[in-house]
């Protein structure tokens, strides 16, 4: 269920994950409504950083919205790129993952189950692994060296504020 933060308190809830920013774009500029732009996309992606006033440095993890396609996925790629790469030094991997490779396209509930995804493993401190997983579509043009695709389950620190960070896409259209 998903609360403001201070009724949550308030109501004595558990209070499994917080949402500080969320970002969106309808640019209408992609090729077709199943491929949005990069540009858009990573727009979205630098307006949930803004919002949520973290630095992209600071993300450990992204669930991806990844539908394994290689138009897709290409293009997500890209726009995590140019969201989250510049400045990222090799020895701060920004660990990337997508639940839909496991257990397929959920459609409407594709970017809760990401959620769930994500916050579960923020409160195992294990990041969510893809071990299935071989090598990036041949569509991507410039992979980059400090992203990481964890093929088995990886240790999920805190950060020096005893916190994990990370962050969900998830592409949708409206009729």
Avoid: C
Avoid at 137 to 147: E, G, I, L
């Amino acid at each position: 269920i998903l609360k403001r933060l201070e009724d949550a308190l308030a109501d004595g809830d558990r209070i499994h994950a917080i949402i500080r920013g969320m970002g969106s774009s309808s640019d209408g500029a992609g090729q077709a409504i199943y491929s949005p732009s990069v540009e858009g996309r990573a727009r979205a992606f630098k307006k949930a950083l803004q919002r949520a006033d973290v630095s992209a440095s600071d993300v450990q993890f992204i669930e991806a919205h990844a539908t394994s396609t290689v138009v897709g996925d290409a293009n997500e790629y890209e726009a995590i790129s140019a969201a989250y790469a510049e400045g990222r030094e090799k020895n701060n991997p920004l660990y990337l993952g997508s639940v839909k490779y496991q257990i397929g396209h959920l459609k409407a509930a594709a970017g809760v189950a990401g959620l769930i995804k994500t916050i579960k493993g923020m409160e195992t401190g294990i990041i969510p692994h893809m071990p299935l997983f071989e090598k990036l579509t041949p569509n991507v043009s410039n992979p980059v060296d400090s992203f990481v695709i964890p093929v088995k389950p990886v240790k999920w620190e805190q950060n020096k504020e005893g916190k994990r960070i990370a962050a969900v896409t998830s592409s949708g259209f409206k009729d």
